[in-house]
Antibody, heavy 122, light 107 residues
Framework: QVQLVESGGGVVQPGRSLRLSCAAS????????MHWVRQAPGKGLEWVAV????????YYADSVKGRFTISRDNSKNTLYLQMNSLRAEDTAVYYC???????????????WGQGTLVTVSS | ETTLTQSPAFMSATPGDKVNISCKAS??????MNWYQQKPGEAAIFIIQ???TLVPGISPRFSGSGYGTDFTLTINNIESEDAAYYFC?????????FGGGTKVEIK
């Protein structure tokens, strides 16, 4: 069955960096666009970034543009989120999610991971 | 950016009730609306796609309606296992946006 397992969360000081990973299994990872979505404590969900199935295109939320980088290694079935210049407002549970349809984008999010908590605090 | 206004934020239902959750989009998104269920510590589950289509494997007590800007998730004959956080997602345009979520409690 499809599994998405996030890792790499933790407590980090403002201004520092952190890299999240999302290990995928149960489907052909290289065929699907992948997203990062986050949820701050007590708040709603916020879309963060998307990467095309082949890594050819990436889009970001304005709130993270220039600080976060989404990437993928299709040989390792793994999605990444490099987070630099972290701020207190980046504190959230970060989820990875897979597109509904292969070789396409904006088809909706089908599978989600359970999330990893990032806390930005001094 | 398409804003999604979801209501109510919280509801308490009795087993057997019919529950409606609304999601209103700030602009026309055709039927590019999905609904999800999430329980604490678990991955979100995809329950309704393209506004009205039940995702395979999901209980038929769930249904979706709407098109354009007004959408509704309906849970018929609600059961205790339906206690969860429900949210809508528009995938018509970037950035993807979400409704504020609805916490459903079962009495």
């Amino acid at each position: 069955q499809v599994q998405l397992v996030e890792s790499g969360g933790g407590v980090v000081q403002p201004g520092r960096s952190l890299r999240l990973s999302c290990a995928a299994s149960g489907f052909t990872f290289s065929s699907y666009g992948m997203h990062w979505v986050r949820q701050a404590p007590g708040k709603g969900l916020e879309w963060v970034a998307v990467i095309w199935y082949d890594g050819s295109n990436k889009y970001y939320a304005d709130s993270v543009k220039g600080r976060f980088t989404i990437s993928r290694d299709n040989s390792k079935n793994t999605l990444y989120l490099q987070m630099n210049s972290l701020r207190a407002e980046d504190t959230a549970v970060y989820y990875c999610a897979r597109e509904l349809e292969d070789y396409d984008i904006l088809t909706g999010l089908f599978y989600w991971g359970q999330g990893t908590l990032v806390t930005v605090s001094s | 950016e398409t804003t999604l206004t979801q209501s109510p934020a919280f509801m308490s239902a009795t087993p057997g009730d019919k529950v409606n959750i609304s999601c209103k989009a700030s602009q026309d998104i055709d039927d590019d609306m999905n609904w999800y269920q999430q329980k604490p510590g678990e991955a979100a589950i995809f329950i309704i796609q393209e506004a009205t289509t039940l995702v395979p494997g999901i209980s038929p007590r769930f249904s979706g309606s709407g098109y354009g800007t007004d959408f509704t998730l309906t849970i018929n004959n609600i059961e205790s296992e339906d206690a969860a956080y429900y949210f809508c997602l528009q995938h018509d345009n970037f950035p993807l946006t979400f409704g504020g979520g609805t916490k459903v409690e079962i009495k």
